[in-house]
């Protein structure tokens, strides 16, 4: 279970599993499948009580955000909406029985099917779902409401889904100020609020100094715009307004707090992949893994895994290589796979598929497999307890 030290807080389709290696950073240990085997989209943990939360669910289940208090020892559920299984439960009392149902109101019925994403930030928890709405827990996650602001956004009624439907998948909070925060959505866009939800601003335009030419694919930059399929996001530390994402066309940088874009994708071998991590201290340097493209398979260029490094804000770029698979590497990384420690050097870590999560101790120079076997790895967080 989750205990001082490092833990590899990783979210399957067949359940939540946590991989700890002590302070040192080796000798992994595995523990799961827990959460009752739910499908588990994002698992985050909180360093300062040792809380777990893992959220997910689906057309079966139903959406839910599961909370443990003990390092994973017991999990209880908030559950949110209704699944197929309510509805087998609520016709059929030996099955209700079987599975321990009770007829309990759920407080969104069935407005969402599943929970995507969480971030925990100045006191609040906040969840984001799939169709795309936002919400916060004052107390932990035991109760939930919508962020309204978000959801009445003049824009909501032409929000596009992306090929895993519209889901509100980045969370992004301002360390200092808490009415700060950004949400990315696929596929509509990046959207802020400074005031704490009440109201939201959508950023996606590009630099005035971008040239950008038409494109046909819908998730391309055009029309002063970089493209609303963003796949992941991040903010810098030490900068209150840069920000990075991952987007479905290319990897990107604003220093205005997304107000405007500028491509940084020139020296990487595609402008395809899903996750991007930038450093604990340094805000010049980010990871990203392409892939061959959204129609080409999704895997690492030429079957060859990659992480790619920059230390100059996305200038330039650096394939690091060494302890990673080489030859029929067909593995794809999802938008939330990768995720990184506070030490000195800082730790990497992605997880892929087909089940293998990958650990770097510097900073990507070298990588070893601390995982196989595992189910499809939908998320990778790490807990660090010192």
């Known amino acids: 279970m989750a205990s001082n030290g490092i833990s590899v807080l990783v979210g399957t389709t067949k359940g939540a599993f946590l991989i700890s290696g002590g302070g040192d950073r080796s000798n992994w240990a ?7 085997g739910w499908p588990i989209n994002h698992f985050i943990g909180d360093a300062a009580t040792g ?5 997910g669910g689906g057309e079966w289940h139903g959406a ?3 909370r443990s208090e003990d390092g994973g020892e017991s999990w209880d559920i908030a559950k949110l909406s209704k699944g197929t299984v309510d509805d087998w439960a609520a016709t059929d ?4 029985k079987m599975i321990g149902w009770t007829d309990a109101p759920l407080p969104f019925t069935d407005e969402f099917s599943s929970v995507w994403s969480l971030c925990h930030a100045h006191g609040v928890l906040y969840a984001g779902t799939k169709p795309a709405c936002l ?12 962020v309204q602001g978000l959801t009445d956004h003049p824009s909501a ?3 596009n889904p992306g090929a895993a439907g519209l889901v509100l998948h980045s969370i992004v909070p301002a360390p200092d100020t808490p009415e700060k925060l950004w949400v990315g959505i696929s596929a509509a866009g990046v959207f802020a609020t400074e005031d704490g939800g009440a109201t939201w601003e959508r950023r ?18 055009r029309d002063g715009e970089i493209g609303h399929c963003v796949h992941n996001m991040v903010r810098a530390p030490g900068q209150p307004d840069l920000l990075y994402q991952q987007n479905h066309h290319g990897v990107w940088r604003s220093t205005d707090g997304g107000r405007s874009w500028e ?3 020139d020296g990487l071998p595609s402008t395809f992949g899903f996750p991007v991590r930038v450093h604990p201290r340094d805000p010049d340097t980010i990871w990203t893994l392409p892939l061959n493209g959204d129609s080409s398979g999704r895997f690492p260029p030429d079957a060859a895994a990659a992480v790619w490094r920059s230390r100059d804000g996305g200038q330039s770029w650096q394939a690091m290589r060494r302890g990673l698979p080489q030859e029929g590497c067909f593995f794809t990384v999802l938008r939330q796979g990768m995720a990184g420690d506070t030490r000195d050097p800082a730790g990497v870590y992605f997880g892929t598929n087909s089940g293998s999560v990958f650990a770097s101790r510097d900073e990507g120079e070298t990588w070893e497999e601390i995982a196989r076997h595992l189910p499809t790895i939908l998320a990778v967080e790490v807990l660090d307890r010192g």
């Open 263 to 265: 491509n940084i994708t």
């Open 51 to 55: 809380t777990l939360w893992a959220a």
């Open 135 to 146: 919400l916060s827990s004052r107390d932990g996650g035991a109760s939930w409401e919508r």
């Open 204 to 221: 996606n335009r590009l630099s005035n100094a971008e040239p950008c030419a038409q494109h046909d694919h819908p998730a391309a930059p």
């Open 64 to 66: 839910g955000v599961w």
């Open 157 to 159: 009624n032409s929000w």
């Open 93 to 96: 009392p030996d099955f209700a």
């Open 30 to 36: 595995i523990t799961g499948p827990l959460c009752d």
